[in-house]
């Protein structure tokens, strides 16, 4: 083997370093970004597997992982020689006859001692590889905006509109694309059926949306990603619609997220009994015999009194029945010190400690006419005690624990012992029951993360959309614009994205004939082995664009009727051979709908039944901020419904009259200033043309720019181009060669029988003293610049052929 000088540096978090021991090492890196097969897929640079001998160096690197008593402490900062973990990747840069070709990470794979001697198995991945690594399974939801909290009132949802945000306490004129903004979404939230009620508008309709700028720069600010930064290329149109970006709120309803904090806990101190000797009194079988137990002392804690009783109950002075004023999911835990239960009643008895929960509210505190009304949940149940007639027991300690559940707003809570015949026989009413010290608590569990149900001057933070992990956050993104992500050789820790078009820039024919836009490696080739042209056989006979299904109702309408995903597009290839390709999102797509006589477009996420809209948990949205549009005049407020009533309260604050007459427009269609009027449109967040919109339109609607135009319409017709072309061959690289590779600027190759520029797919990388293999597609220039016979000594030459660049020696 000839003497290839490699050196390895291993770098850890404290900027020690250590270089491998690399004899003998065989190193093969493959360069690529893309995978022309599968548009939906993105690739990174990656060495085949590495051995390293096991020196007295590499060893100690290593640290002696065949050393079976050793600990590696993960307070120690510093992952090298002692505290090196098999399970950490570390950052290393490669050089090759003192040239820098590839800064990535090394992944130990295994340690193998075979006959004494050692050898370290290891691959070294790219920096994109790694910043997904290190994304892991966070989710959004991990994210923390508190520096975001303010007070969720009408004037602040109004002033998010103009990009004034609530930035550590203080009013502050952010730029589009930070922080957070209220567009008018109809979630649902107090929609009264009534006509004459149109213009009135239920404030939890208004809920905060992220931009999704400011998700990146959070996620990019996270502890596991210290040194991580991020940029977007491309124009300033596509930066300035990017910063235009928002993730509406997601939750059925509009809720703050707190985590060991005790929302609330009620005490019964002392005992409570209830005894019964009526022998003239029976039940009849299987009835429930409901014993619902007071707590005289009332609420003791409530969310560490940042909140008042009243604004968790109505009636603070109910000590039976306790009826939420907001929603709650939580998990429940009530607790007794002890129980006691006498049974005289002639018969066997099964005693119960329970919850119940009823969604509409009654201000009825006798236990009897529960069960008369009846329309009450059982949230959970434990057993006190299965006894016969004339025996008794005493439970101590005794708990029900309630899962986390939903406890809607305007509902009444109880607590109650209920009493069973199990053969569903009638007894008669002789028993006792002493409850003995109770405490009702939520969370059950303080460490516990619960949610409740925002209200009017409240204080707030925007919460992440939930269930949505980061790197799906960032796939979807990178799927929506055909974004490419990379890093530069020099400056591995800074990520760019890029999307395909500009990324591939260089390859137009109108750019490519520049002597700087590309390279000539015709004298690179190696001619001694085989040079491949082959046809790309992998078009598939159908590529499919599309969001994620939802189930709200405007989106299921659309389905029932088109038999599609709302925005989706398909181009279809007769030719094709490959299976069908589809590309989808981690979003759901939101249809915009005119309002009535209003001049409101809006998103509308709800389910709708006979009984009206609901709210609904919905898949991750995405949309443009279109800012502020004029509208007819509204108000804001709140609309509760009672029985068939709808009662509406205004909001009135200081200094407005609390009539509104613009709103600010969140929307599939971006808009330029001014109105939201179809001549305005720039350009659309769908794939392609949808069967219907739900607002008016006219034939601008059919040009408009959308995500496959925009995005993907070129390289689709490169890839289904019949004159696309597949190369194969062996080149002649140096590590000068490597350290400088852009696949970005296509190669120009010239010989005998023509010439052709070509874009690089895959470059697998030796050393300087073996060839290295390069997968590209050609360029079809054709069109552009018609070919005319010559021979190849006029390449270049003649007036209708591009000419060829300088010769640049690579």
């Given at each position: 083997?000839?003497?290839?000088?490699?050196?390895?540096?291993?770098?850890?978090?404290?900027?020690?370093?250590?270089?491998?021991?690399?004899?003998?090492?065989?190193?093969?890196?493959?360069?690529?970004?893309?995978?022309?097969?599968?548009?939906?897929?993105?690739?990174?640079?990656?060495?085949?597997?590495?051995?390293?001998?096991?020196?007295?160096?590499?060893?100690?690197?290593?640290?002696?992982?065949?050393?079976?008593?050793?600990?590696?402490?993960?307070?120690?900062?510093?992952?090298?020689?002692?505290?090196?973990?098999?399970?950490?990747?570390?950052?290393?840069?490669?050089?090759?006859?003192?040239?820098?070709?590839?800064?990535?990470?090394?992944?130990?794979?295994?340690?193998?001692?075979?006959?004494?001697?050692?050898?370290?198995?290891?691959?070294?991945?790219?920096?994109?590889?790694?910043?997904?690594?290190?994304?892991?399974?966070?989710?959004?939801?991990?994210?923390?905006?508190?520096?975001?909290?303010?007070?969720?009132?009408?004037?602040?949802?109004?002033?998010?509109?103009?990009?004034?945000?609530?930035?550590?306490?203080?009013?502050?004129?952010?730029?589009?694309?930070?922080?957070?903004?209220?567009?008018?979404?109809?979630?649902?939230?107090?929609?009264?059926?009534?006509?004459?009620?149109?213009?009135?508008?239920?404030?939890?309709?208004?809920?905060?949306?992220?931009?999704?700028?400011?998700?990146?720069?959070?996620?990019?600010?996270?502890?596991?990603?210290?040194?991580?930064?991020?940029?977007?290329?491309?124009?300033?149109?596509?930066?300035?619609?990017?910063?235009?970006?928002?993730?509406?709120?997601?939750?059925?309803?509009?809720?703050?997220?707190?985590?060991?904090?005790?929302?609330?806990?009620?005490?019964?101190?002392?005992?409570?009994?209830?005894?019964?000797?009526?022998?003239?009194?029976?039940?009849?079988?299987?009835?429930?015999?409901?014993?619902?137990?007071?707590?005289?002392?009332?609420?003791?804690?409530?969310?560490?009194?940042?909140?008042?009783?009243?604004?968790?109950?109505?009636?603070?002075?109910?000590?039976?029945?306790?009826?939420?004023?907001?929603?709650?999911?939580?998990?429940?835990?009530?607790?007794?010190?002890?129980?006691?239960?006498?049974?005289?009643?002639?018969?066997?008895?099964?005693?119960?400690?329970?919850?119940?929960?009823?969604?509409?509210?009654?201000?009825?505190?006798?236990?009897?006419?529960?069960?008369?009304?009846?329309?009450?949940?059982?949230?959970?149940?434990?057993?006190?005690?299965?006894?016969?007639?004339?025996?008794?027991?005493?439970?101590?300690?005794?708990?029900?624990?309630?899962?986390?559940?939903?406890?809607?707003?305007?509902?009444?809570?109880?607590?109650?012992?209920?009493?069973?015949?199990?053969?569903?026989?009638?007894?008669?009413?002789?028993?006792?029951?002493?409850?003995?010290?109770?405490?009702?608590?939520?969370?059950?569990?303080?460490?516990?993360?619960?949610?409740?149900?925002?209200?009017?001057?409240?204080?707030?933070?925007?919460?992440?959309?939930?269930?949505?992990?980061?790197?799906?956050?960032?796939?979807?993104?990178?799927?929506?614009?055909?974004?490419?992500?990379?890093?530069?050789?020099?400056?591995?820790?800074?990520?760019?994205?890029?999307?395909?078009?500009?990324?591939?820039?260089?390859?137009?024919?109108?750019?490519?004939?520049?002597?700087?836009?590309?390279?000539?490696?015709?004298?690179?080739?190696?001619?001694?082995?085989?040079?491949?042209?082959?046809?790309?056989?992998?078009?598939?006979?159908?590529?499919?664009?599309?969001?994620?299904?939802?189930?709200?109702?405007?989106?299921?309408?659309?389905?029932?009727?088109?038999?599609?995903?709302?925005?989706?597009?398909?181009?279809?290839?007769?030719?094709?051979?490959?299976?069908?390709?589809?590309?989808?999102?981690?979003?759901?797509?939101?249809?915009?709908?005119?309002?009535?006589?209003?001049?409101?477009?809006?998103?509308?996420?709800?389910?709708?039944?006979?009984?009206?809209?609901?709210?609904?948990?919905?898949?991750?949205?995405?949309?443009?901020?279109?800012?502020?549009?004029?509208?007819?005049?509204?108000?804001?407020?709140?609309?509760?419904?009672?029985?068939?009533?709808?009662?509406?309260?205004?909001?009135?604050?200081?200094?407005?009259?609390?009539?509104?007459?613009?709103?600010?427009?969140?929307?599939?269609?971006?808009y330029a200033n001014g109105s939201t009027d179809v001549s305005n449109i720039l350009s659309d967040l769908n794939f392609g043309i949808t069967g219907q919109y739900y607002f008016p339109v006219s034939d601008r609607i059919y040009i408009t720019p959308n995500l496959f135009t925009n995005h993907y319409d070129r390289q689709l017709q490169e890839i289904t181009d019949t004159n696309n072309v597949i190369i194969n061959c062996d080149v002649l690289f140096n590590e000068s060669n490597i350290s400088n590779l852009d696949l970005k600027t296509p190669i120009f190759i010239h010989n005998q029988y023509g010439n052709a520029y070509y874009k690089i797919l895959e470059l697998e990388y030796t050393n300087r003293f073996e060839?290295?293999?390069?997968?590209?597609?050609?360029?079809?220039?054709?069109?552009?610049?018609?070919?005319?016979?010559?021979?190849?000594?006029?390449?270049?030459?003649?007036?209708?052929?591009?000419?060829?660049?300088?010769?640049?020696?690579?």
């Amino acid at each position: 083997m000839k003497n290839l000088n490699y050196q390895i540096f291993l770098l850890d978090d404290v900027d020690n370093y250590a270089e491998l021991d690399c004899e003998d090492l065989d190193l093969i890196t493959t360069f690529s970004i893309t995978d022309i097969a599968d548009i939906s897929s993105r690739k990174d640079n990656l060495s085949k597997n590495l051995t390293f001998k096991g020196t007295k160096t590499n060893n100690k690197i290593f640290g002696n992982v065949f050393n079976q008593s050793r600990f590696v402490d993960p307070e120690i900062v510093g992952n090298l020689f002692v505290n090196f973990s098999v399970n950490k990747q570390v950052e290393c840069q490669v050089f090759e006859n003192s040239t820098l070709i590839l800064k990535g990470f090394l992944e130990f794979q295994k340690a193998t001692m075979k006959g004494g001697e050692i050898v370290y198995e290891c691959i070294i991945t790219g920096n994109i590889f790694n910043f997904y690594s290190l994304l892991g399974d966070k989710y959004l939801s991990d994210l923390d905006f508190s520096e975001y909290k303010h007070e969720y009132r009408v004037n602040n949802i109004t002033n998010s509109w103009y990009n004034m945000n609530a930035i550590n306490g203080v009013n502050t004129l952010s730029a589009t694309g930070s922080g957070y903004v209220y567009p008018f979404i109809n979630y649902g939230e107090g929609n009264s059926p009534k006509a004459e009620d149109i213009n009135k508008i239920h404030i939890n309709n208004f809920r905060p949306s992220i931009y999704v700028k400011t998700y990146l720069d959070k996620m990019f600010a996270q502890d596991d990603l210290a040194g991580f930064t991020y940029e977007l290329k491309g124009s300033n149109d596509f930066k300035t619609a990017f910063n235009q970006l928002i993730v509406p709120d997601n939750r059925e309803f509009l809720s703050q997220s707190v985590r060991g904090v005790q929302l609330f806990s009620m005490n019964l101190n002392g005992t409570q009994t209830f005894s019964y000797n009526d022998g003239d009194t029976h039940y009849q079988g299987g009835a429930r015999l409901i014993n619902i137990i007071k707590f005289p002392d009332g609420l003791t804690s409530i969310n560490n009194n940042t909140l008042t009783p009243s604004q968790w109950m109505y009636d603070g002075n109910y000590n039976t029945l306790f009826t939420l004023n907001r929603t709650l999911i939580s998990d429940i835990s009530i607790h007794f010190n002890s129980i006691y239960f006498a049974n005289n009643s002639g018969r066997q008895l099964k005693a119960y400690l329970r919850a119940y929960i009823r969604s509409k509210r009654n201000h009825d505190t006798d236990y009897g006419n529960w069960v008369d009304l009846g329309n009450y949940n059982l949230l959970g149940e434990v057993l006190v005690g299965d006894l016969s007639n004339g025996t008794s027991t005493t439970r101590n300690d005794i708990t029900l624990n309630v899962a986390q559940t939903t406890l809607a707003g305007d509902s009444d809570f109880y607590i109650s012992v209920d009493l069973l015949q199990p053969d569903n026989q009638r007894f008669d009413k002789k028993y006792t029951l002493t409850l003995n010290g109770g405490t009702v608590r939520t969370p059950g569990v303080t460490a516990s993360t619960v949610s409740y149900s925002v209200l009017k001057g409240d204080t707030i933070k925007p919460e992440a959309v939930s269930n949505l992990k980061q790197k799906d956050f960032i796939k979807s993104l990178s799927l929506m614009f055909n974004l490419f992500s990379y890093s530069d050789l020099f400056n591995p820790r800074h990520i760019i994205f890029e999307t395909y078009n500009d990324y591939y820039s260089k390859t137009l024919p109108q750019n490519i004939i520049s002597a700087t836009n590309s390279i000539d490696v015709t004298l690179k080739i190696d001619y001694n082995k085989d040079f491949v042209m082959s046809a790309f056989d992998k078009v598939a006979n159908k590529y499919t664009f599309k969001y994620k299904s939802d189930t709200d109702f405007y989106n299921t309408l659309y389905t029932n009727t088109y038999k599609e995903i709302y925005g989706e597009f398909t181009e279809t290839y007769t030719e094709g051979t490959a299976e069908a390709k589809t590309v989808e999102l981690s979003f759901s797509p939101t249809p915009i709908v005119n309002i009535a006589n209003t001049g409101r477009l809006a998103a509308e996420i709800y389910t709708s039944d006979d009984s009206g809209h609901k709210p609904m948990k919905s898949n991750p949205r995405i949309l443009f901020y279109n800012g502020v549009k004029i509208c007819s005049d509204y108000q804001i407020g709140t609309m509760i419904q009672s029985g068939n009533d709808w009662n509406f309260t205004p909001i009135i604050e200081i200094p407005t009259t609390g009539i509104y007459s613009s709103y600010g427009q969140a929307s599939h269609l971006r808009y330029a200033n001014g109105s939201t009027d179809v001549s305005n449109i720039l350009s659309d967040l769908n794939f392609g043309i949808t069967g219907q919109y739900y607002f008016p339109v006219s034939d601008r609607i059919y040009i408009t720019p959308n995500l496959f135009t925009n995005h993907y319409d070129r390289q689709l017709q490169e890839i289904t181009d019949t004159n696309n072309v597949i190369i194969n061959c062996d080149v002649l690289f140096n590590e000068s060669n490597i350290s400088n590779l852009d696949l970005k600027t296509p190669i120009f190759i010239h010989n005998q029988y023509g010439n052709a520029y070509y874009k690089i797919l895959e470059l697998e990388y030796t050393n300087r003293f073996e060839t290295s293999s390069l997968k590209a597609q050609k360029i079809n220039i054709t069109p552009y610049f018609p070919v005319v016979a010559g021979t190849a000594s006029s390449v270049g030459t003649g007036s209708n052929i591009p000419p060829r660049p300088p010769m640049i020696m690579i």
